[in-house]
């Protein structure tokens, strides 16, 4: 009978590690399918954000990993890209935290075959939404058909009815809209209005307004949201704005301190926001030393994009996983996030030896991932000749030992 092979072993390489024991976080050199198997023993269940931006299956040859699966108008195309795909996500389900998610960038190639096999995976009720990212600021005019904007990414959970994402922080056009005209001590505040088509049995009455004006009831087809006394008592509280002359209809003051300090994720996200492809790519130019900018991935995430994935889907000192690592722009989010807000997140960060065909002498994981992250923790030069002070941290390189986990103890 043939003996079931046995998960590959993975051993530190300290020369490649940043800082001294014990390290905060992990950077893996080698196959992802090996490495995740490799993780079930140390990791099952444990990590509550899970972060992919796999092979399109474009047929693209600059890709840092395989992305020409067969021609693209081979019957069998798609069907190659899931069995190279689903292997890898039933690991990864086992690995998610019971409260946990994943987050999966995409394009229009493989956008409804990945939304099935996740179905399947981890079940179509924990689907929570596709994200759309606006990736480019400006048309290509030599577009075939359309000139294409965007990237998906697909959110599911552990388990949907569990996960919640975090509130994202507000921004300043939010707080711009909040104003204090009458001079109220308990500061700004915006008005809101007191009346909803929505019928109200106590929500038809008569108002005097503060100047005499009588207002006999809400606007046509509409009721009052409150009863009169509540409305009165917010009257008397300051918390009703009449207008500057006294003698408008009648809106209700929600001051700013009382606001939620966070506002709820939405699906579209503009690269005002999160950024774009162009950024991603100066970003990683500034970090980095490379020929050309035509060796740069043609693909890179811009560091806003996960850092917002980050918010929403990480605590201060939960685990984050990346097993398509590429330019190490996750574990980047992760230092950044980890100063700003104090945290101590942790990434494992999976990558593979190869590179891009224009930059064929590089490691992807060991010159590029790793690389980058290091100037990163202890600080460079960028591209501009200016010193970048490190943010701090240290992380534990691990490649495999050819060995059989089993073979290694």
């Known amino acids: 009978m043939k003996a079931k092979p046995q998960p590959v072993s993975f051993r530190p390489n300290l020369d490649l590690s940043v800082g001294q024991p014990p390290y905060t976080h992990q950077i893996i050199e080698g196959d992802n399918h090996e490495a995740l198997q490799f993780l079930q023993s140390t990791h099952k269940a444990q990590i509550k954000?899970?972060?992919?931006?796999p092979p399109y299956n474009t047929g693209n040859t600059n890709f840092v990993y395989k992305d020409r699966f067969f021609k693209a108008s081979h019957p069998c195309r798609h069907s190659a890209w899931l069995e190279f795909m689903e292997p890898r996500l039933r690991l990864t389900k086992d690995l998610l935290h019971p409260e946990g998610a994943i987050f999966i960038s995409i394009d229009d190639h493989e956008l409804f075959s990945l939304g099935l096999l996740m179905n399947q995976v981890f079940g179509e009720s924990n689907f929570v939404t596709t994200l759309i990212w606006q990736k480019n600021f400006a048309p290509k005019n030599s577009a075939k058909h359309f000139s294409v904007d965007h990237e998906y990414i697909l959110v599911y959970a552990a388990d949907a009815d569990i996960w919640k994402p975090n509130p994202l922080p507000r921004t300043d056009r939010q707080n711009q809209r909040y104003k204090n005209p009458d001079d109220d001590p308990r500061g700004p505040w915006m008005s809101d209005n007191l009346s909803a088509r929505n019928p109200y049995i106590e929500g038809s009455y008569a108002i005097t307004c503060p100047s005499g004006r009588v207002i006999s009831g809400p606007p046509p087809g509409r009721y009052w949201t409150i009863s009169l006394q509540k409305f009165r008592a917010l009257d008397q509280d300051r918390r009703i704005w009449w207008g500057k002359t006294g003698d408008q209809v009648p809106r209700l003051k929600r001051f700013l301190s009382e606001?939620?300090?966070?506002?709820?994720?939405?699906?579209?996200?503009?690269?005002?926001?999160?950024g774009h492809t162009q950024e991603a790519k100066k970003e990683l130019l500034s970090i980095l030393d490379f020929a050309s900018s035509a060796d740069v991935f043609s693909t890179p995430k811009p560091l806003r994009l996960l850092e917002r994935i980050l918010r929403i889907a990480s605590g201060p000192d939960d685990i984050v996983l990346d097993f398509f690592a590429g330019s190490g722009t996750t574990g980047h989010a992760v230092l950044n996030l980890n100063r700003v807000d104090g945290g101590n997140r942790q990434f494992i960060l999976i990558s593979n030896?190869?590179?891009?065909?224009?930059?064929?002498?590089?490691?992807?994981?060991?010159?590029?991932c790793a690389e980058r992250l290091r100037r990163v923790i202890e600080g460079y030069t960028n591209s501009k000749g200016e010193t970048v002070e490190g943010i701090g941290g240290s992380f534990l390189y691990l490649e495999s030992s050819g060995l059989s986990s089993q073979a290694a103890i």
């Open 353 to 368: 030896k190869e590179a891009s065909e224009t930059c064929p002498e590089k490691n992807l994981c060991r010159d590029i």
């Open 259 to 274: 606001v939620n300090p966070g506002r709820v994720p939405q699906t579209f996200w503009p690269y005002t926001e999160v």
């Open 49 to 53: 954000c899970i972060y992919i931006d």
